[in-house]
């Protein structure tokens, strides 16, 4: 069936160091991948997204790959900070409708002072 | 620059009790959403309104309901509350795939 899912659950960093999150997905007619970020009490945020037709996407600190040949999203985040600490979701949302959003579980970064 | 507001933030049930979770966005979304979220689950999709005037189920959609008042107001109704519906309830709205989401209810059902 159709899923989106995430390789770690938990990631621990020590700061200042890079972060990656995996996510794979099998919907191919996915084409258009977000990241949400979720601190602990509150909703998730949006970070960054991706389109179908791009392979790479950089934001502040943030920098978002899709290889669909392999159905595969990962996060970077440079330079981690303890303000990073939180739970990533991947999610993604099939060509017609945000509606047909599918998330992932998510993934608990936790950043070493 | 208030984006997705919800309430309660916290309310306890008894069993068989009924509330309701009220949303509003000021975004001028068309779409708006009622997702819950269990310890290590994703986020599941109860009911959506894409439009105002249109609402339709997701993918756990028994025992709530919805009514999209206008567009700006979107609101979660359960009608006899059970301990199943344990849960953190987030509304969101969005343009254009990418979410808004409010700060969540976290709902206890004893």
């Known amino acids: 069936g159709e899923s989106v899912g995430l390789h770690l659950p938990t990631l621990s960093v020590q700061e200042g160091d890079n972060s990656i999150i995996n996510c794979a997905y099998s919907?191919?007619?996915?084409?258009?991948f977000i990241w949400y970020k979720q601190e602990s009490g509150k909703g998730p945020q949006f970070i960054i997204d991706?389109?179908?037709?791009?392979d790479k996407r950089q934001g502040q600190r943030v920098t978002v790959l899709l290889n669909k040949t392999v159905k595969h999203l990962s996060l970077q985040i440079a330079a981690t900070q303890p303000g990073d600490s939180a739970v990533y979701f991947c999610?993604?949302?099939?060509?017609?409708?945000?509606?047909?959003?599918?998330f992932g579980a998510g993934t608990r970064l936790f950043v070493k002072a | 620059n208030a984006g997705v507001t919800q309430t309660p933030k916290f309310q306890v049930l008894k069993t068989g009790q009924s509330m309701t979770l009220q949303c509003a966005q000021d975004?001028?979304?068309?779409?708006m959403y009622w997702y819950r979220q269990d310890p290590g689950m994703g986020l599941r999709l109860i009911y959506y309104?894409?439009?105002?005037?249109?609402?339709d189920k997701g993918e756990v959609p028994n025992g709530y309901n919805v009514s999209r008042l206008n567009k700006r107001e979107f609101s979660l109704r359960l009608e006899s509350a059970a301990p199943s519906q344990t849960s953190v309830y987030f509304c969101?709205?969005?343009?254009?795939?990418?979410?808004?989401f409010g700060s969540g209810t976290r709902l206890t059902v004893v």
């Open positions: 969101a709205s969005s343009i254009a795939g990418g979410y808004t």
């Open positions: 919907n191919s007619a996915s084409d258009y």
């Open positions: 991706i389109r179908s037709n791009m």
């Open positions: 999610a993604e949302n099939m060509a017609g409708g945000g509606f047909k959003t599918i």
């Open positions: 975004m001028n979304h068309n779409s």
């Open positions: 309104s894409a439009s105002e005037g249109t609402t």
